[in-house]
Every structure is written in C-alpha cells, then in structure tokens.
C-alpha cells in the first residue's frame, strides 16, 4: 500500500511540474522582422535591442538577409531599438508580444529621423 501512495505522489508532482512548464510557455511569443535600407537591400550585422521594464533586454544581430527574429520571449510591451552594425541608434519602435504568437516588425533605416539612443559598443 505504501508503494501506491508513492507512485500516486510522484504521478501528481510530475502533473504540477508539467502544467507550470506549459504554463509557462504560453506566456511566450516572438518577434521577427527584417531590416533593409532605404533602397530596400537587406542590411546584415545590424543591431537588434529588445527591452522591457520588466524583464529587462534582449540583443541580437541580423543575419546575412537582413532577418531577425527574437524567440520565446516574455508576452507584454517591449521597446525595439535599431543599431547599424557600427553600434549607431537608427529606429526605435513599441510592440505588444502576445502568447503564442508572432509579432512582425520590419524596419527600414534611414527612413524616419534616428532617435537618442545609446550607441552599442560592437565586440569586435
């Protein structure tokens, strides 16, 4: 009888474990994009920013494409700021992730006036 109590105990723990995991990734999404010039060419090496006053920020690079994406990250309003691959603040712009979803945020450089952002220090 002992045993049975047993196996019923770890059957449970291992349900709540599983519920949380899948509880939280619902409460994920992404956000890909891509990031060209003004003559529409891709722009590849460009700085990705994604901050949020809650869970704090995010940096990737665009591929050889111009594309990006930010995956699994935490749902709520996020702040996206755009880099040069020299570290120069060119676009920031506001989005609102949603579980289970893609939000899709392209960016053109130089097509709106650079913001004041702080210039990102590249490690090469």
Do not use: H
């Amino acid at each position: 009888m002992r045993a049975f109590y047993l196996l019923l105990l770890t059957v449970l723990l291992m349900s709540m474990a599983l519920a949380l995991v899948a509880g939280c990734e619902q409460t994920r999404g992404n956000i890909e994009g891509l990031i060209t010039d003004e003559s529409g060419q891709p722009v590849s090496g460009a700085w990705v920013r994604a901050v949020s006053v809650v869970y704090g920020g995010i940096i990737i690079n665009t591929d050889e494409d111009g594309y990006y994406i930010l995956k699994n990250i935490f749902t709520g309003k996020w702040e996206i700021e755009f880099y040069t691959k020299y570290g120069r603040g060119v676009g920031l712009e506001s989005v609102t992730v949603r579980s289970g979803e893609t939000t899709k945020l392209d960016f053109i450089i130089g097509a709106k006036p650079p913001p004041d952002l702080p210039r990102i220090i590249p490690p090469y």
